[in-house]
T-cell receptor
Framework: DSGVTQTPKHLITATGQRVTLRCSPR?????VYWYQQSLDQGLQFLIQ???????AKGNILERFSAQQFPDLHSELNLSSLELGDSALYFC??????????????FGPGTRLTVL | AQTVTQSQPEMSVQEAETVTLSCTYD???????LFWYKQPPSRQMILVIR??????QNATENRFSVNFQKAAKSFSLKISDSQLGDAAMYFC????????????????FGKGTKLSVKP
């Protein structure tokens, strides 16, 4: 158990809909990363937050947005969903000043299926 | 931009034998980190081993070791005494050593190698 939690585990929805994925980082970790794993694109970095502020953006679509709240949990919002958005979405966290700060710890992922 | 390439989509090994998974990367940075992650059928991403580029000594973790060739930009994973539980997707990943006000950067992954272990 990495200590990172993600909800829900599975999500099935229709095209055009909007969903929210939630992530709680390890206790004390300030950084949260979102990654998308799809069959055709592999594992891609979407976006990073650090202590509530956006730090870096990767290949994140304009239909997607994220935020990190004061309690450090993060949400990834996906709107106007398309079939191609079906993927496994991972959240990872890391902490500064910890012995394992060079590692990113992954949650179990949310499997999104768009029908 | 940095890239990571895993040229072996699939590999197979006999139980108790040794297998080596290949990874090459491209970067203009001199300091960085390299990782191997394992993804079993459960889909959980599990860190197998980490290598700091400034360290010349190859990292080892029990049956897992790496061959880090900085000049060649090569980072292979050797699994010794393969076990059935080693069957999984293996991802090579790169991360810049640059830190942004206390936060590390994101991981850049290769496409992965699917390892099968035959009993």
């Amino acid at each position: 158990d990495s200590g990172v939690t993600q909800t829900p585990k599975h999500l099935i929805t229709a095209t055009g809909q909007r969903v929210t994925l939630r992530c709680s980082p390890r206790s004390g970790d300030l950084s949260v990363y979102w990654y998308q794993q799809s069959l055709d694109q592999g594992l891609q970095f979407l976006i990073q937050y650090y202590n509530g502020e956006e730090r870096a953006k990767g290949n994140i679509l304009e239909r997607f947005s994220a935020q990190q709240f004061p309690d450090l949990h993060s949400e990834l919002n996906l709107s106007s969903l398309e079939l191609g958005d079906s993927a496994l979405y991972f959240c990872a966290s890391s902490g500064w000043g910890r012995a394992d700060y060079n590692e990113q710890f992954f949650g179990p992922g949310t499997r999104l299926t768009v029908l | 931009a940095q890239t990571v390439t895993q040229s072996q989509p699939e590999m197979s090994v006999q139980e108790a034998e040794t297998v080596t998974l290949s990874c090459t990367y491209d970067t203009s940075e001199s300091d960085y980190y390299l990782f191997w992650y394992k993804q079993p059928p459960s889909r959980q991403m599990i860190l197998v081993i980490r290598q700091e580029a400034y360290k010349q000594q190859n990292a080892t973790e029990n049956r897992f070791s790496v061959n880090f060739q900085k000049a060649a930009k090569s980072f292979s994973l050797k699994i010794s005494d393969s076990q059935l539980g080693d069957a999984a997707m293996y991802f090579c990943a790169y991360r810049s050593s640059m830190n942004y006000g206390g936060s590390q950067g994101n991981l850049i992954f290769g496409k992965g190698t699917k390892l099968s272990v035959k009993p």
